[in-house]
């Protein structure tokens, strides 16, 4: 895909719907010299990075939770073990959400829209 904010590019528009789709795409890919997509940007990528590390914390916790509820001792015990799983939720939520996710989501939604998404 060529990049759409290119102004010889056979998209581009004055267009608010077009601009705003270059604008997302910026967000989400790198473009060469010639305006083929070669990539995600560093932002894209620590996005999904972070948002993998938020799923994993949130797998993690429901398994043990899964396992002590199978265990009486563990189950006992599930009030203070499950502090420290449920920090490391937290952690990498806040972390994820904290490098502009709602911008990258929003790309993302445009993106997926104009049906550009790879």
């Known amino acids: 895909m060529s990049d759409p904010s290119d102004t010889n590019s056979p998209i581009h528009t004055s267009n608010p719907v077009t601009s705003a789709l270059a604008d997302a795409m910026h967000v989400l890919y790198v473009f060469d010299g010639s305006g083929q997509r070669i990539g995600l940007t560093e932002e894209y990528k620590t996005y999904r990075t972070l948002k993998q590390v938020y799923l994993d914390a949130q797998s993690a916790y429901a398994t043990a939770y899964a396992t002590a509820m199978k265990n009486t001792a563990q189950l006992q015990v599930w009030p203070i073990t499950s502090k420290s799983l449920q920090?490391?939720?937290?952690?990498?939520y806040s972390e994820w959400r904290s490098i502009d996710a709602a911008r990258i989501e929003t790309a993302i939604e445009i993106v997926k829209r104009a049906g550009e998404l790879k």
Not at 87 to 92: E, G, L, M
């Open 87 to 92: 920090a490391a939720v937290d952690n990498a």
